[in-house]
Every structure is written in structure tokens, then in C-alpha cells.
């Protein structure tokens, strides 16, 4: 600022500080381990067609888990914890395997016809009873006291608690409507 009656006295005006807003402790970051006690669901298995399937046509398999809250107790307040499946690891019982994003669904949920391929059904290649197990991968985010969804750091991995058996049968003789093909995989064939 200068002085209007005398223009050589000028002066620098520096603006008080404002008064700082008095700032939120932040959240502590809380682990995977830190919510050990909610306990999240874990996958049941289904297969189609239920409980049985034939050698080298797809047995389409489900691993149902579904993103669910959980209440609790966590750093000292009311708290719930969201669990949200980000992947499955299916275990066909006959020792192959397949990781997937998806639990699946069934056919008729994905438009599709019985014995149809989809991204979680396996061929047997041999008769006998499997038994199918599955896991689900879960992200989970929590808030205290109905506020903000914060992220949990890290991701757990969750069983199936109860296995699923599966009988796969030999077809060998079936009426159909047109001759097979040698090496056909079409129902019947």
C-alpha cells in the first residue's frame, strides 16, 4: 500500500492468517486382520445337472457367494464391515481347478442350453463320484457409526464350509434323432 499523500512511503500488507480449521483425526488404516471378527459367508457349491453328470459333456458348476454387511465392534465404536467377492477358485474334485471373477450362474440364467460350456463348467473325463469344493476371494470396506465406507487394507479368502459330491455316469446308449458323428460330444452320442 502507498500513501496517497506521500507516494514514496509505500508498505507491504501481508493479510493475517487465517484461523486454521481444526482438522479431523484421520482414521487409523485398518487390515484384513483388524476385522477377524466379522465373519463374512462363505460359497456353497451347486452343479447342473444336480448331483450327477456324464463323462466329457460340461457339468456346469455355481459358486454362490453375494456382497453382504456385517455388524460389529471396531475401534471402539458401532461398525460395519462390507464384504464384496472379487474372485473363485473352484476345485473340481479330480484334480483340476479353475480361478474365475465369476461364481457363474445357471444355464438358463445365461441363456443357454443344458450341457452348454460356461465360464465355470468342467468335463469329466472318467466315472465316479468328485467331491467339489470352492473359495471365494473378498475386498471389504468398513465405517464406524454410519459414516464414510472406508477401504480395508487387504483381501481373505473364505472356504466352503460344506463340499459338494458329484456322480458323473457313462452314457452309452441313447434314442436320438439323428446319427452320432464318431468323436461327437452332442447329448446322447
Request: charged residues 15%; negative net charge; hydrophobic residues 35%.
Amino acid at each position: 500500500m502507498c500513501s496517497i499523500i506521500y507516494p514514496k512511503e509505500c508498505t507491504i500488507f501481508v493479510p493475517p492468517p487465517a484461523e486454521a480449521a481444526e482438522a479431523l483425526p484421520a482414521a487409523p488404516p485398518v487390515t484384513i486382520s483388524d476385522i477377524a471378527s466379522f465373519v463374512p459367508d462363505a460359497p456353497t457349491v451347486t452343479t447342473e445337472p444336480g448331483g450327477w453328470g456324464i463323462v466329457k459333456l460340461h457339468t456346469n458348476v455355481i459358486a454362490n457367494a453375494a456382497q453382504h454387511v456385517r455388524s460389529g465392534t471396531l475401534l471402539g465404536g458401532s461398525a460395519e464391515v462390507n464384504f464384496i467377492p472379487l474372485g473363485y477358485t473352484i476345485d473340481y474334485g479330480d484334480g483340476e481347478s479353475t480361478t474365475t471373477a465369476t461364481g457363474g450362474d445357471s444355464w438358463a440364467a445365461l441363456g443357454l442350453a443344458e450341457f452348454s460350456k460356461t465360464p465355470t463348467s468342467h468335463r469329466y473325463t472318467t466315472p465316479g463320484t468328485n467331491t467339489i469344493t470352492a473359495e471365494v476371494t473378498y475386498a471389504a470396506e468398513y465405517r464406524v457409526g454410519g459414516g464414510a465406507w472406508l477401504p480395508v487394507i487387504g483381501t481373505l479368502t473364505v472356504p466352503t464350509d460344506t463340499a459338494h459330491t458329484i456322480t458323473i455316469l457313462r452314457n452309452s446308449t441313447v434314442g436320438v434323432d439323428k446319427p452320432c458323428r464318431p468323436g461327437s460330444v452332442a447329448v446322447g452320442c
